[in-house]
């Protein structure tokens, strides 16, 4: 991932609404979930909500498909996998005791969901 990537990503997750967007998209999993349930799940008003999803499309970590009459709109899963990676690259110059917490946390995440990562 580019920085320009990485920074306009971080830039539309720096937001307290569109974080709580993301995070419920994420964990909706890849069936995602249609604009109405995502405004009564977050109670975020309609024009507020496609503006913070616009947002989120743009910077490359929400994408959203037509089904019928409804748009479902899913976390961009590689492009979250891209950004966290890029976070990690250069991981404490490579001192694995530093690192190593988020690797048990990622492996806590992923067992407690019942997938592996």
């Keep these: 991932m580019e920085t320009t990537s990485a920074v ?3 830039s539309a997750l ?6 709580g967007i ?12 249609p604009a109405g349930e995502i ?7 309609p024009n507020t909500l496609s503006s913070n999803l ?10 959203s498909r037509r089904e019928g009459r409804s748009i479902i709109y899913t976390a961009t899963y590689e492009q979250m996998r891209d950004l966290l990676t890029f976070l990690m690259e250069d991981c404490c110059a490579g001192n ?3 690192c190593a917490p988020l690797a ?7 067992a407690a969901e019942g997938r592996s990562c």
């Design 39 to 45: 405004a009564r799940t977050t109670g975020v008003l």
């Design 96 to 98: 694995a005791t530093i």
């Design 8 to 10: 306009t990503a971080l």
């Design 104 to 110: 048990v946390i990622a492996g806590q995440s992923c």
């Design 14 to 19: 720096a937001h307290e609404g569109r974080l």
């Design 54 to 63: 616009n947002i989120l499309s743009a910077s490359g970590l929400v994408a």
């Design 22 to 33: 993301f995070r419920l998209l994420v964990r909706a999993g890849p069936e995602g979930l």
